[in-house]
């Protein structure tokens, strides 16, 4: 348990920390969500306009912290090839 003032507020702070970024990443994960629901449909124009929707979320979740550089890099990749993919 924190004793001091300043572990009481850091655990206050990291509460509030831990709802928002958990908000970021599941924003980022309906985003993505969206890409795969248009290429499990076939359909490329939707899912290539998802994509463009998803780059700059995945781009702000790593600038935010939420996500690791290359984790949006191989997430991005991943959906671009399948998207390119469809015929």
């Known amino acids: 348990m924190a004793n001091t003032p ?3 507020k850091r655990i206050r702070r990291n509460q509030r920390r831990a709802e928002v970024n958990g908000a970021r990443v599941g924003r980022i994960r309906t985003f993505v969500k969206r890409v795969e629901a248009a290429l ?3 359909d ?4 290539a306009a998802a994509l463009a ?9 790593v600038a935010r912290g939420v996500l690791h550089r290359n984790t949006a890099s191989r997430k991005f990749s991943r959906l671009t090839k399948r998207v390119a993919g469809l015929a």
């Open 6 to 8: 300043q572990a009481k």
């Open 53 to 61: 929707e998803a780059q700059p979320e995945l781009a702000r979740g």
């Open 40 to 42: 499990a449909a076939g």
């Open 44 to 47: 490329k124009t939707a899912a």
